[in-house]
């Protein structure tokens, strides 16, 4: 399908789905729609190792989803469409990381936070800001007391305000904050550093960390122990690492 909302690429087995609504990149049901069907295409993709999520222009990764799409005739279709993005985020198979510059509020700060990896220029300004108009956000309520600690989680629900980079990095919400001039650079650094790696292992440390965050302890070893065995260890690129290791050589990745 043609995108007029976002831009979606696909090189150097990276895909990219930019939020293209400039300057405050609001997400509505349009952006929704096209950010799912993008995403549900990378779906069993042996040539894609990463999926970046960023946005066009300086001022906002995302102000967060529409408020007009929050009132009584479209909020029952915008709730189930953003929970369905989200989880497709989620699901991916690849890691998915997100790049911040600017302005990353409510749904756009769920958006983000929902990536595996979250990179934040220094001047990024991150918050949950619903509880101001009456509301709150809904991936946040089901997902950041088991990210963040439900301290932290209430911290960052109930009052509402607009954290610093810095501030988010502290909490959880954020991975790396790194200066605004070296901003491209340093996201780019970190694509290279996973494109490096083995697709195999790649999709197999996502599965392996996702399914065991609603395990007990020895039920996620069992799972993780099964996994090596029956993914990487009966993989070549599996292999390949190890060989390459005790011969003193880089590993050469078949991704399979």
């Keep these: 399908m043609g995108f007029q909302n976002i831009i979606f690429k696909v090189e150097d087995k990276v895909a990219r789905i930019l939020i293209n609504r400039p300057p405050a990149n609001i997400v509505d049901l349009a952006v929704l729609r096209e950010m799912l069907a993008a995403m549900e295409s990378l779906e069993g993709r042996g040539d894609v190792k990463v999926l970046l999520l960023s946005a066009v222009g300086e001022k906002a990764f995302s102000t967060g989803v529409s408020v007009q799409d929050h009132l009584p005739d479209k909020v029952a279709e915008m709730i189930p469409l ?41 001047s990024a300004r991150i918050g949950q800001p619903e509880i101001t108009l009456g509301d709150y956000a809904p991936i946040g309520v089901a997902t950041y007391a088991r990210i963040l600690g439900p301290k932290k989680a209430f911290e960052l629900l109930l009052l509402g305000e607009t954290l610093t980079a810095a501030r988010a990095k502290e909490l959880g919400l954020v991975n790396f904050v790194v200066p605004d001039e070296s901003f491209e650079a340093e996201v780019e650094a970190l694509l290279q550093k996973l494109t490096g790696m083995s ?34 260890a009966k993989s070549h690129d599996g292999m390949e690492g190890l060989t390459a290791f005790l011969e003193k050589r880089k590993p050469v990745w078949k991704d399979e």
């Design 199 to 232: 697709l195999v292992s790649l999709k197999a440390s996502k599965r392996a960390i996702y399914m065991g965050m609603d395990m007990g302890f020895n039920e996620a070893l069992t799972m993780a122990e099964y996994i090596y065995l029956n993914v990487l």
């Design 82 to 122: 953003f929970g369905r993005a989200m989880r497709a985020a989620n699901h991916l198979d690849i890691p998915v990381v997100a790049a911040v510059k600017g302005y990353c509020l409510g749904g756009g700060c769920e958006l983000a936070v929902m990536c595996d990896l979250v990179l934040a220029a220094e």
